[in-house]
């Protein structure tokens, strides 16, 4: 059974594996050179999100999502684990009680917009670099009303 959880400071190294496999799974597009840069950003902003809840099976950390101000920052499940429903749980965990939620996907990432695409979000924008002004491209996603997602089991 998976459970959600708000996250403690002992949980920011496995979360910090969890983002690796799962970024080596999907995130094609990064030379290893870029996920060693950006694992010391996520490192960094881990503990300064002030909604960041865990998902856990059988003791164990299998996926994380962090929303700051209706923004979903991060959604990442392990590798291992993907493909079972721990991402839709994670989204709707965070999603009730919204009137409307947003997202940056990397445009490269065709399982992230299949992802958010399945659950109703749609593209408001599109940006040529990521946030940290890396070339690459992110969409701008948006659910509105959000009352309406109902997540996949």
Not at 5 to 20: G, K, N, P
Not at 99 to 113: A, F, K, L, Y
Not at 124 to 152: K, M, N
Request: glycine content about 8%.
């Amino acid at each position: 059974m998976i459970s959600i959880r708000a996250a403690i400071d002992t949980d920011y190294s496995a979360l910090l594996e969890i983002w690796r496999r799962s970024v080596e799974a999907t995130h094609e597009f990064l030379t290893p050179a870029d996920v060693d840069a950006i694992e010391q950003d996520v490192a960094t902003y881990l503990p300064q999100m002030s909604d960041l809840r865990v998902a856990e099976e059988g003791g164990q950390l299998i996926g994380f999502i962090a929303i700051e101000n209706d923004t979903v920052e991060m959604l990442f499940v392990d590798a291992l684990a993907q493909g079972r429903g721990i991402g839709s749980a994670l989204l709707a965990s965070v999603v009730t009680g919204r009137e409307s939620i947003r997202v940056d996907v990397n445009e490269q990432n065709p399982s992230g917009r299949n992802f958010y695409a399945a659950k109703g979000f749609t593209e408001i924008g599109r940006s040529e670099t990521d946030g940290e002004g890396r070339a690459f491209p992110l969409l701008h996603l948006h659910l509105a009303p959000a009352q309406a997602y109902q997540p996949q089991s």
